[in-house]
Nanobody, 121 residues
Framework: QVGLVESGGGLVQPGGSLRLTCAGS????????MHWYRQVPGKQRELVAG???????NYADFVKGRFTIERDNARTMMWLQMNNLESEDTAVYYC???????????????WGQGTQVTVSS
């Protein structure tokens, strides 16, 4: 079953920028809400940003004004533009997609393999 594939992580200096990319199947992009999560060792995975199939976005407070989430359903791709990066943004970033039915019951979800983002001088 084809899932999600991330790319674009790497090493960047504080104040720099990176753009993460997530690619998936047309079926996922047609109806799934999608998110970027991140995780550091020893801590829980946390939500960074989300975007509905219609393009409505939401962001964690710690990235508002710095990160932008976008998706192109026709190209079956999603991006996370990260600007003004801080050392605290260092983490493995994961692409996530989910489809919920009535009463918000989770029907299915997909996770990417993760891509490392390191912010350091």
């Amino acid at each position: 079953q084809v899932g999600l594939v991330e790319s674009g992580g790497g090493l960047v200096q504080p104040g720099g920028s990176l753009r993460l990319t997530c690619a998936g199947s047309p079926r996922i992009f047609r109806q799934h809400e999608m998110h970027w999560y991140r995780q550091v060792p020893g801590k829980q995975r946390e939500l960074v940003a989300g975007i509905t199939s219609g393009g409505t976005t939401n962001y964690a407070d710690f990235v508002k004004g710095r990160f932008t989430i976008e998706r192109d359903n026709a190209r079956t791709m999603m991006w996370l533009q990260m600007n003004n990066l801080e050392s605290e943004d260092t983490a493995v970033y994961y692409c996530h997609a989910e489809f919920r039915g009535p009463r918000a019951v989770l029907i299915e979800e997909y996770w990417g393999q993760g891509t490392q983002v390191t912010v350091s001088s």
